[in-house]
């Protein structure tokens, strides 16, 4: 069964703090993807990767950034959280190429931060 | 350029009764067009794809949606509700080019299932 796991699904942080998102996919897949989930606003693409070392912005980068040095690994991080960085953030990823391709998602991480 | 619009956020229907959530599409390309669901607490699933083949596209769970181009809809439809579709469902359009994607979700429809 094809899988994309996050490993942590509820934190909660202190502002200031610096929070690691972890992400793994099964499937050798080549891209990956950091969204961020809000009620109303649906799902926004934070940073996404086609390739190991490889980044690219999405729609709101700032506060934001990501490593990816293996392809199946890709992580968030919050260099110093705050409160309006409380929210669902949704791992994805997809094979490369066609632009038809389905995205795999995990099942999210929810984070709090005080 | 591209954008999706799915006209409600909210649909409340009748268990037996037939679902209907609209989504509205704009693209410079001919595009990709998806329906994802998400319950409670979960990540998306993939419902249904259009990819320029068929215009009627059936999905999972009895769901079914059609490609209209004249009025740039991919309207997701179910002729009977179960309890089990009380989710929140996106609709997604991606332009259909090689290279690494950028798809874009509508903000979601919430539907709600009465017993």
């Known amino acids: 069964d094809v899988k994309v796991t996050q490993s942590s699904r509820y934190l909660v942080k202190r502002t200031g703090e610096k929070v690691f998102l972890e992400c793994v996919q099964d499937?050798?897949?080549?891209?990956m993807f950091w969204y961020r989930q809000d009620p109303g606003l649906g799902l926004r693409l934070i940073y996404f990767s086609y390739d190991v070392k490889m980044k690219e912005k999405g729609d709101i980068p700032e506060g934001y950034s990501v490593s990816r040095e293996k392809k199946e690994r890709f992580s968030l991080i919050l260099e110093s959280a705050s409160t309006n960085q409380t929210s669902m953030y949704l791992c994805a990823s997809s094979r490369m190429g066609g632009g038809t391709g389905e995205l795999f998602f995990g099942e999210g991480s929810r984070l709090t931060v005080l | 350029a591209q954008s999706v619009t799915q006209l409600d956020s909210h649909v409340s229907v009748s268990e037996g009764t037939p679902v209907l959530l609209r989504c509205n599409y704009s693209s410079s390309y001919s595009p990709s067009l998806f329906w994802y669901v998400q319950h409670p607490n979960k990540g998306l699933q993939l419902l249904l794809k259009?990819?320029?083949?068929?215009?009627l596209v059936k999905g999972i769970n009895g769901f079914e949606a059609e490609f209209k181009k004249s009025e740039t809809s991919f309207h997701l439809t179910k002729p009977s509700a179960h309890m089990s579709d009380a989710a929140e469902y996106f609709c997604?359009?991606?332009?259909?080019?090689?290279?690494?994607?950028?798809?874009?979700f509508g903000i979601g429809t919430k539907l709600q299932v009465i017993p």
């Open positions: 499937m050798d897949h080549e891209n």
């Open positions: 259009y990819t320029s083949a068929a215009t």
């Open positions: 997604v359009v991606s332009p259909n080019s090689g290279g690494y994607q950028k798809v874009t």
